[in-house]
């Protein structure tokens, strides 16, 4: 069975350097697109942050988790 993940659109302006970043991650194959790499950027940062201390917030599910 296929889980659905809604995606909700973000719009976020970044330093030129952090885009060039992206990029590079993207020309390497590290990631398909610049959204997955800020995806689990951010995904592991929520984890660090809050879901591994404790907060009361819970983590949601993650087709790759």
């Not at 889980?3 to 909700?8: A, E, N």
């Not at 697109?33 to 940062?45: G, N």
């Not at 660090?48 to 819970?58: D, M, N, Q, V, Y």
Request: charged share 30%; glycine share 4%.
């Amino acid at each position: 069975m296929t889980r659905v993940i809604r995606l909700h659109l973000v719009s976020v302006k970044l330093p030129k350097a952090y885009v060039k970043g992206l990029d590079t991650l993207v020309e390497r194959g590290t990631f398909p697109t610049r959204s997955e790499a800020i995806r689990v950027a951010i995904r592991d940062f929520l984890k660090r942050e809050l879901w591994l201390s404790g907060s009361p917030l819970t983590m949601p599910s993650q087709p790759d988790d």
